[in-house]
């Protein structure tokens, strides 16, 4: 079967550095996305890796490991703002996206 | 603006009821996808359009059933609705083999099953 995993609540503090982690077993690899989720909100894009190695884009950067099925997203100078629950989903064989369950970022003053 | 357009944005309906829901895609774009996102989880892929054809679906009865037109907005009908149907179900247009710079999602349409 497919799986995603990733942690179901992490809490940071304000103006630190968080990783949330991510890993996966899928049919077929066709990029690794992350996606950030206000309550009550639709996903939004974060970032999109198909080769190995370390993306960054601002205070966000997300890393990929094909080889051990692995990934984290790194959020920098953490705000109040990225309370958010953080997804990750997979591109499979078939072009579709399985997704984990997401990890709720609580961050505090 | 992502350009992908869902209607209605919230509805409540009744159990047994039936449900259609609307997606306009991104300009160029003519692959739609839906997905179920329950409180608390990640989305689930329900089906995909393409051509107007069905062309791959997940694990979802046959009560989900869609339709994508000519112009390649597409329709998701949920007949005979369950409480546990109540959910954000969201539209993902993409081109037919969309990276992750051609995925775009619409705001989602929030479905109340009482």
């Known amino acids: 079967g497919q799986n995603i995993d990733q942690p179901t609540e992490m809490t940071a503090t304000e103006g630190a550095i968080v990783q949330i982690n991510c890993t996966y077993q899928?049919?077929?690899?066709?990029?690794l996305f992350w996606y950030q989720q206000h309550a009550g909100e639709a996903p939004t894009f974060l970032s999109y890796n198909v080769l190995d190695g370390l993306e960054e884009k601002g205070r966000f950067s997300s890393f990929l490991s094909r080889s051990k099925g692995y990934s984290y997203l790194l959020l920098k100078e953490l705000q109040m703002k990225d309370s958010a629950s953080y997804l990750c989903?997979?591109?499979?064989?078939?072009?579709?996206?399985?997704w984990g369950a997401g990890t709720k970022l609580i961050i505090k003053p | 603006d992502a350009g992908v357009t869902q209607s209605p944005t919230h509805l409540i309906k009744t159990r047994g009821q039936q449900v259609t829901l609307r997606c306009s895609p991104k300009s160029g774009h003519d692959t739609v996808s839906w997905y179920q996102q329950a409180l608390g989880q990640g989305p689930q892929f329900i089906f995909q359009?393409?051509?107007?054809?069905?062309?791959q679906r997940g694990n979802f009865p046959d009560r989900f059933s869609g339709h994508q037109f000519p112009n390649y907005s597409s329709e998701l009908n949920v007949n005979a609705l369950l409480l546990g149907d109540s959910a954000l179900y969201l539209c993902?247009?993409?081109?037919?083999?969309?990276?992750?710079?051609?995925?775009?999602f619409g705001e989602g349409s929030w479905l109340t099953v009482v």
């Open positions: 989903a997979v591109m499979d064989s078939n072009y579709q996206l399985i």
């Open positions: 899928t049919s077929g690899f066709n990029g």
């Open positions: 993902a247009s993409s081109l037919p083999r969309g990276d992750g710079n051609t995925i775009y």
């Open positions: 359009y393409y051509e107007e054809e069905e062309r």
